[in-house]
């Protein structure tokens, strides 16, 4: 007969792995259940689909200087690149041709000015959509909202400036170049996972301890750790039974996961306008920006991400519309013969994947505070965790990562 673990933890995300690594420090025994048949979550490193491998979701170590997981990765053997972007990496096409020197630095001063703005916002209390606070950037307008867009995993227009403010950038980002993916797997290693065990119901117990349906049978328990998406929880794939846990669902529906995807190009060469470059922006006349990383080497690939409805419109189509969109752009902007260069395509799919449905947390318009209330609220033997309940690094895996730490300490002093 099998024992049961004494916590359950939900998930084997950069939140999930965090909290299995901080009670296997502590002796309280647990258990990762893992809907997937795989680790990782949203840390994904494909090394099936191209010749390459790439990572679908998390790829760079935000606020690296303070990341938790760069001494992961160095202990791991993983390589990053403490690289500094400088505006002479980046490559903007817009209006038909490419831009300038000059036009870069303006592009640049746009870009800057619109984050500080939306931090002077944050300052203020503007819990108001950050489109409203936007000056005109005009021609780099499309580009600012690009960028703008990524980095809140959503349309600016839906994300509270407040709420988007309490990330605490300290710009400074380092690609893994082995992979964010393998790297939260490596992390896993030794800890006790169960993958393709999905739950479906967890019940709070008011004398104590907590009852989970899975996928292979109930279970008691004392305690239970949560960190599926916010998109997950709000699906109603997990039914909560009565209590603390429950109560917050309302507050999780307000900071909801945006879309954001990837489209992957494994290329023969560089095309020359993209050498030496990092990052673009490739805008149409009249249309939304598209932005690519450019990745060279001896296997060098273009990474086109995109955000909010421009995804949502695409993915209604079928996720080979979103591979056509950003090959046809390119050709656009890089001429026909860049087809030719293309060995190999392929496209994330967070979007519609029923175990993350989204991209990563942003707090609604008029709803900044309510990732507050989620991270300070005890919810006793059913905590949460996950990139939602971190505040100055929402959205990261860092973030998920020490928010698992943080809520498995928590409960460990609980039990
Ligand atoms: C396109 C994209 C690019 C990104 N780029 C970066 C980046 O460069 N740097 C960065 O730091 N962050 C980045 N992120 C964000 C980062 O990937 C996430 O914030 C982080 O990985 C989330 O980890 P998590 O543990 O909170 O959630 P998840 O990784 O979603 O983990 C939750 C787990 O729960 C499982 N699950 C769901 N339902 C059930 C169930 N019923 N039963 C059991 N298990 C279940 C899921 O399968 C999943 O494995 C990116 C994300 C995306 C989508």
Redesign the pocket.
Known sequence: MRTEPHVVI?????????AGLELAARGVPFEI????D??????LTDRAGLPVAW????????CADE?PLVAWADRLGARYLRQKAQTCHYVLWSDGRFASEAELVEADQAIGRAFDIVDQAGAEGRDVPITDVLPDAGRWSPDVHCILGLLA?EDPGRVSAMGYADYADTDS?W?LTTG?GDL?AHMSHGLPVRLG????AIDQRPEGGVRLE?SEGGMQVRGAIV???TN?LSSG??RFGPGPAADLLPLIADVP?GA???VAFALRALPAELKGKLFGTFTPDGGASMNLQVIAGESPMIIV?MAGDMVRNLLAEGSDAMRQFAEDRLCQALGPDFRDLILGRAV?G?TQ????L????AARPGAAARRHQMIGTDTGSVAF?????SLK?Q???????Q??RDVAARLATHL
Do not use: M, Q
């Open positions: 939900v998930g084997a995300g950069a939140a999930g792995i965090g259940l893992e809907a997937a795989r680790v990782g979550g949203r840390a990572d679908h979701g998390c790829h760079w170590l935000h990341n995993g980002n690609p964010y939260i065990v999905s739950i479906s899975t960190t599926p998406s997950v794939a997990i996961c954001y995807e990837k991400h994330t967070w994947n029923p175990l993350i989204g991209s990563y947390s965790a996950g990139e939602a309940f690094w959205a990261t895996a860092h973030g998920a990562y928010s698992g």
